[in-house]
């Protein structure tokens, strides 16, 4: 099995920036994409951004221009650096991979969600 641990959120004022990061461990064999989903109260989980291992994104377009996605293939690690942040970005923010390990066969696999709340 594969886990993934997010880290980095918190509470920040409109216009600032947050970090988020998200590690994947477990019995990994490989990790193929990696992403950020968001999902606010009373609304569905939406894409932020996804990065594939070679290093192509894509972009939600509400925060293009403003979040950048990156990886470190050698730490299994994937990362939203999220500048002029706004009150809408507010959510819960679920890392996303799709990753084979020793035991299964290619699947998707969710983080526990990490709190965004951004203050007018």
């Known amino acids: 099995q594969v886990q993934l641990v997010e880290s980095g959120g918190g509470l920040v004022q409109a216009g600032g920036s947050l970090r988020l990061s998200c590690a994947a461990s477990?019995?990994?064999?490989?990790?193929?994409?990696m992403g950020w989903y968001r999902q606010a109260p009373g609304s569905q989980r939406d894409l932020v951004a996804t990065?594939?291992?070679?290093?192509?994104?894509n972009y939600a377009d509400s925060v293009k221009g403003r979040f950048s996605i990156s990886r470190d293939n050698a730490r299994n690690t994937v990362y939203l650096q999220m500048n002029s942040l706004k009150p809408e970005d507010t959510a819960v923010y679920y890392c996303?991979?799709?990753?084979?390990?020793?035991?299964?066969?290619?699947?998707?696999?969710w983080g526990q969600g990490t709190q965004v709340t951004v203050s007018s």
């Open positions: 477990g019995s990994i064999f490989s990790i193929g994409s």
């Open positions: 996303n991979t799709e990753a084979v390990s020793i035991v299964t066969p290619k699947r998707t696999y």
């Open positions: 990065i594939t291992r070679g290093g192509s994104t």
